[in-house]
Structures are given as structure tokens and as C-alpha cells.
């Protein structure tokens, strides 16, 4: 089955760069997607189609996608950025579902 | 605004049946595909299914036979029938809409989701 790999944490001190990848073969073909989840709060969109960000999203949240890699960046991280990130794409094969990284936790202090 | 309000979460024993709904509202709810997603206590975000604004139905293996999907435009409402529950099912069910008609892309607008407990 197709997987999409996130590293399980990130940490950064306030207004660094962080950095949380999202490995899947199939990512040179299909979309990468990306949400934010706060403790006990439903996900937030916060990058679609790689690199576009949805209305209301801060500038310093960003998107890239390279072969088989996709990367959120979030510049000038915040202490209010902390929370779990998961990527979402589809499966590439021709199996029609689409499916989640495992979330990356992201620490700013 | 655009809202969705899951309902129908519940305590329910294995092997039996449960009827989740999501009542949509601020939108023309008949244009645009939606899904369903779950996340276990503790874990990450799960893709269970989706259908397209046409009915077209998706699903996870981890679901399929097991779930049914269906929406009912003139209440503006999606349901998840679920059956043949399993512990593993035990989850908070989050019901999303997709920006188009297709389920093709993210998920956009999600809601605040129902609790499921399968257990004996």
C-alpha cells in the first residue's frame, strides 16, 4: 500500500524556520496538501496544491514540492504556529484514495 | 458562513451499526463533493471516504463493504452508514467539504466532528 512519510517532530525556538517534509512516491504526479491541528480543534487547510495558500492563512506558512518530496516551511515560526501538521495526497496508482502522512508535531520554544 | 455539524456519534458494541449525519449550511451543498475523516484517540488523521457532488462514493480499504456513504442534497445533509463495527473504528468522525465537485483536491471547510466508541 501507498504511505506518505512525515518525520514524527520538529522543534524550532520563536522565529526560526521550520521545515516538516512529507516523503511519498507518488508526490511527482499527485498534489501535496497540508493541514494544521491544534489541541482538541478540528484540522485547518493551511497549503493546497503544493504551494497556494487558502485566504486567511498567514504569509509565513509555505509550500514546495521536488520528485518525491513535499515541504512545509513556516518562517519566522511562532509560538502559536505548535501543532500537529499532517500532508495529504492521493494514491497515484489508479486505485482512486487519497490518504494522510502520519502528523508531525511541531514545538516552538 | 459555511458550517458543518456532525451528529450521530455514539457508544456502540462490536458488530453492530451506527448512522453518522452532517447537516451543511452557507453553501450550495448539491455542487460540492465531501468526505468523511477519522482520528483515533491519540493517533493521526485517517481518509475514510467521499463522494463526488454527483454521488460518486470513495473509500478506504479499511472501510470498504463495511461503510456506505450517501448524501441527501434536498436536506442538505451527508450521512456515513456504518456497520459490522470494529474496535479500530473507535474514533472522532470530522466531516469536510471539498472546494469543487470533484474529490480531487483538500479538503477546505471541515466540522468539529462526532465521538464513535466501539466497545463491549
Known amino acids: 500500500s501507498y504511505d506518505l512519510t512525515q518525520p514524527p517532530s520538529v522543534s524550532v525556538s520563536p522565529g526560526q524556520t521550520a521545515r516538516i517534509t512529507c516523503s511519498g512516491n507518488a508526490l511527482p504526479k499527485k498534489y501535496a496538501h497540508w493541514y494544521q491541528q491544534k489541541s482538541g480543534q478540528a484540522p485547518v487547510l493551511v497549503i493546497y496544491?503544493?504551494?497556494k495558500r487558502p485566504s486567511g492563512i498567514p504569509e509565513r506558512f509555505s509550500g514546495s514540492s521536488s520528485g518525491t518530496m513535499a515541504t512545509l516551511t513556516i518562517s519566522g515560526a511562532r509560538v502559536e504556529d505548535e501543532g500537529d501538521y499532517y500532508c495529504?495526497?492521493?494514491?497515484?496508482?489508479?486505485?482512486?484514495?487519497?490518504?494522510f502522512g502520519g502528523g508531525t508535531r511541531l514545538t516552538v520554544l | 458562513e459555511v458550517q458543518l455539524l456532525e451528529s450521530g456519534g455514539a457508544l456502540v458494541q462490536p458488530g453492530g451499526s451506527l448512522r453518522l449525519s452532517c447537516a451543511a449550511s452557507?453553501?450550495?451543498?448539491?455542487?460540492?463533493?465531501m468526505s468523511w475523516v477519522r482520528q483515533a484517540p491519540g493517533k493521526g488523521l485517517e481518509w475514510v471516504s467521499a463522494?463526488?457532488?454527483?454521488?460518486?462514493?470513495f473509500y478506504a480499504d479499511s472501510v470498504k463493504g463495511r461503510f456506505t456513504i450517501s448524501r441527501d442534497n434536498s436536506k442538505n445533509t451527508l450521512i456515513l452508514q456504518m456497520s459490522s463495527l470494529r474496535t479500530e473504528d473507535t474514533a472522532i468522525y470530522y466531516c469536510?467539504?471539498?472546494?469543487?465537485?470533484?474529490?480531487?483536491?483538500?479538503?477546505?471547510?471541515w466540522g468539529q466532528g462526532t465521538t464513535v466508541t466501539v466497545s463491549s
Open positions: 463522494i463526488s457532488s454527483g454521488g460518486k462514493p
Open positions: 495529504f495526497s492521493a494514491d497515484s496508482s489508479g486505485n482512486r484514495y487519497w490518504l
Open positions: 496544491e503544493d504551494n
Open positions: 469536510a467539504k471539498y472546494p469543487d465537485i470533484a474529490v480531487d483536491d483538500a479538503m477546505d471547510v
Open positions: 452557507g453553501f450550495t451543498f448539491s455542487t460540492y463533493a
